[in-house]
């Protein structure tokens, strides 16, 4: 029997699609914590953060259905967007479907706009498409606009504001076109893709084919819930106001609706669906979505969910230039070289060149800030990993890695710290080291940047083999 894996399995769509997938295939569920198996669903431990924990999950799958976008902060302190997050979760999902043998990826991802602005939100949805891509294994992508259904977040979002506000005001993104699509239709779709030949490796777009503007679509659910409401469109076009004033009334938090009414702002494909997927669509307008959704809930479900606890721990993640000709590897030795050039004889980076070890420390002091060690595992040179392994500012010695990481064919270039414990206080910390690495970070993508632009920078630093250890680099001998 086929065996399909879901991330994000445990989300609104996730939840709707495993009891259809397990009808007919053997059905894999990725959580971050394992929980017992159910009607015919096996649950993984799955944090797709760790690329060996991605890759233990995916074992025996011949099909991955990837649901997950990151839009919401994993640990107690997570600097870096979104979209950079998605990047490095995609990637460690393909590098683990390309090393399990995995036969199809199918991907959610969103509608993207043919002409005019692109937000950020859709802009990472096509490049998660394009690092799925890259793994070389087929890969089924479905952009869709609104998942419409009870519990989906963003039409409970537009429930709230219409049962809360008697008077709407409707800045200019409410006359952007719009697409809607019921959870029965996408979930329909989703398992008809799997292994399905017709289509295996394309892109389709999962609409109904109704031409939607998002004031219609507050219209029709003010009428649906039988609100008289008063609304009156106004000529401006800043979405700042609307996202603090969305997430007052909806109750759902910044990190979710800001990136959501920037993509309000884009005017989508209005397209009929494609013969693959036309068959596959009940409900063909959106008021016939809303009689669905109020029959099966009546009430409002909460849309500020109960906040998981997070571990103490940071998380950093920063999108650095691309340097196609250069590996991860020599991008990690060129950070240890800057650094101490940057910060002008205060910062020493010692790395004995008969050891994998590498240490930071101040001039002035004794003992170092941290040692990391290096881990050889990537032989394409796309993935450079340091475990955190010491040092004054570490609470652990067992948790933690920094990493320099290329994706999607040295397309995009990651730098990122995760599972870190911090020594210094909580407090003091978020005042001092997290903006300093912050910052730090921000300059070497400058001097990278810089790197990139001049050809005959990027030759010399590409020259030096990947068989060369790191050398001890000092600011006196900078």
Known sequence: MTTVAVAGASGFVGSQLLPRLATEFSVVGLARRSQPSARGVEWRACDLFSARSTLDALRGVDVAIYLVHSMMPSSRLFQGDFHDTDLLLADNFARACATQGVKQIVYLGGLIPRTGFVSKHL????????????????????????????????????????????????????????????????VNVLKAAVLNPEMMGQTFDAVNGETLTYELLLRQTANALGKRRWMRSVPISSTSFSKRWVQLFSGASFELVSPLIDSLQCDLPQVSPAPAIAPLIRFPTFASMLTETLRRSPAAAPTRPVAARKPKNVRSIQRLPALPQVDSRRITSEYMAWLPRFFRSVIRVNSPVQTQRVSFSVIALPWPLLILEHIDQDPGGDRDKLHIVGGFLTKTTTTGWLEFRQIANRRYTIAAIHEFVPALPWLVYILTQAPLHAWVMYHFGLHLGRVAQSPGLALALSGVTKEDKHVDVTAEER
């Not at 394009?130 to 419409?148: F, K, N």
């Open 123 to 186: 802009e990472s949805r096509e490049e998660v498409e394009g690092v799925l891509q890259a793994s070389g294994i087929p890969v089924t992508c479905l952009r869709a606009g609104m998942v419409v259904g009870p519990g989906g977040s963003s039409f409970e979002i537009l429930r709230s504001l219409v049962s809360r506000l008697p008077w709407m005001i409707l800045p200019k993104w409410t006359q952007s076109l719009g697409q809607a699509i019921f959870i029965d239709d996408i």
